[in-house]
């Protein structure tokens, strides 16, 4: 989840779901976030931001 302000909270999966991180990049986002595979894609107002795993498998 993000917020205008550029923050983007972690949330667990679990029945009741419990923050486990908050970040915070300098852009605005307006958007909702993109999951591609393994990727997250964030449309900020700035930049295009992709997330992943540094050792995600890549999509063929």
Same mark, same amino acid.
């Given at each position: 989840?993000? @917020?205008? @302000?550029?923050?983007?909270?972690? &949330?667990?999966?679990?029945?009741?779901?419990?923050?486990?991180? &908050?970040?915070?990049?300098? *852009?605005?986002f307006?958007?909702?976030?993109?999951i591609?595979?393994?990727?997250?894609?964030?449309?900020?107002?700035?930049?295009?931001?992709?997330?992943?795993?540094? *050792?995600?498998?890549?999509?063929?």
């Amino acid at each position: 989840m993000s @917020d205008l @302000d550029g923050n983007t909270m972690v &949330l667990s999966h679990e029945e009741k779901p419990r923050e486990l991180a &908050l970040n915070h990049l300098n *852009d605005v986002f307006a958007a909702s976030a993109a999951i591609v595979g393994h990727e997250l894609f964030l449309r900020g107002e700035r930049f295009l931001y992709c997330i992943s795993e540094e *050792d995600a498998p890549n999509p063929k």
